[in-house]
């Protein structure tokens, strides 16, 4: 079995964007927090309103690193956006590689999606007079940003082999992904996006959220979710572990 991701390589224009995204986001990051240190005197937040803003905040980390995974599991593929989504496809049929990746390179796939949608929503929200209220959000988008910065680092979480108590610990209380919880999406690509803890796994797969919003689209575009999937699997397999393609769509 190979030892060496397929895609480490990589350009200095592809240097240069992983750097540019995950520093985005690091800045909408900054920009949250010093909000909050700023304005918390006046708004004199109580803790257990706190303590519902964090949470909000982690459960809804969870839900826009799924919908990042579903939209780059599905729709994308590296003719769009290069590297970095051929790195995720090579998840798919060597999962051990994600382990073997940098950081950076890593932690651009949610930094990107997160610097112009989290960033958006708390610059639109810094612009409304300072309540418990726009606290509270601010909180949210805080919690958010920082889960999608390090969204892949919780995803990896699930793929140590060697596991310290603590972190079984955190897993068994569900408060990060378990390997348990994350090796569903891997027997079938079409659940368990959600990598940050899988709370919203649970809401978004009962609801069947994905394949519904995959007949949406293609019945609103005409494509099809990762057509070409299979054959890109068959190109990248050479350790015959083989993952079936996309199941219909019912």
């Given at each position: 079995?190979?030892?060496?991701?397929?895609?480490?390589?990589?350009?200095?224009?592809?240097?240069?964007?992983?750097?540019?995204?995950?520093?985005?986001?690091?800045?909408?990051?900054?920009?949250?927090?010093?909000?909050?240190?700023?304005?918390?005197?006046?708004?004199?937040?109580?803790?257990?309103?706190?303590?519902?803003?964090?949470?909000?905040?982690?459960?809804?980390?969870?839900?826009?690193?799924?919908?990042?995974?579903?939209?780059?599991?599905?729709?994308?593929?590296?003719?769009?956006?290069?590297?970095?989504?051929?790195?995720?496809?090579?998840?798919?049929?060597?999962?051990?590689?994600?382990?073997?990746?940098?950081?950076?390179?890593?932690?651009?796939?949610?930094?990107?999606?997160?610097?112009?949608?989290?960033?958006?929503?708390?610059?639109?929200?810094?612009?409304?007079?300072?309540?418990?209220?726009?606290?509270?959000?601010?909180?949210?988008?805080?919690?958010?940003?920082?889960?999608?910065?390090?969204?892949?680092?919780?995803?990896?979480?699930?793929?140590?082999?060697?596991?310290?108590?603590?972190?079984?610990?955190?897993?068994?209380?569900?408060?990060?992904?378990?390997?348990?919880?994350?090796?569903?999406?891997?027997?079938?690509?079409t659940i368990r996006y959600c990598v940050i803890?899988?709370?919203?796994?649970?809401?978004?797969?009962?609801?069947?959220?994905?394949?519904?919003?995959?007949?949406?689209?293609?019945?609103?575009?005409?494509?099809?979710?990762?057509?070409?999937?299979?054959?890109?699997?068959?190109?990248?397999?050479?350790?015959?572990?083989?993952?079936?393609?996309?199941?219909?769509?019912?």
């Amino acid at each position: 079995m190979p030892t060496i991701p397929f895609f480490q390589q990589a350009t200095l224009r592809e240097i240069i964007i992983t750097r540019l995204c995950c520093g985005a986001d690091v800045v909408v990051i900054l920009c949250c927090v010093g909000y909050l240190v700023g304005n918390y005197p006046a708004v004199g937040l109580r803790w257990p309103w706190l303590i519902v803003a964090l949470l909000a905040g982690y459960f809804l980390a969870d839900l826009f690193s799924g919908l990042v995974h579903w939209v780059v599991d599905t729709w994308l593929d590296e003719g769009m956006l290069g590297r970095g989504i051929a790195i995720t496809r090579e998840h798919h049929t060597h999962p051990g590689h994600v382990l073997l990746y940098g950081f950076l390179d890593q932690a651009s796939l949610g930094a990107a999606p997160s610097a112009v949608v989290v960033g958006g929503a708390a610059t639109v929200t810094a612009l409304f007079p300072v309540s418990a209220l726009t606290y509270a959000l601010m909180v949210v988008w805080f919690v958010i940003a920082t889960c999608m910065l390090f969204g892949m680092s919780f995803h990896n979480l699930a793929h140590w082999q060697v596991r310290p108590l603590l972190l079984r610990m955190a897993q068994r209380l569900h408060l990060v992904c378990s390997p348990e919880h994350h090796w569903c999406h891997h027997r079938d690509h079409t659940i368990r996006y959600c990598v940050i803890n899988g709370w919203a796994n649970y809401p978004c797969d009962r609801l069947r959220l994905w394949s519904r919003l995959e007949r949406l689209v293609t019945a609103t575009t005409g494509r099809v979710p990762r057509a070409d999937d299979a054959e890109w699997q068959r190109k990248l397999n050479d350790t015959g572990i083989f993952v079936a393609s996309r199941r219909p769509m019912r």
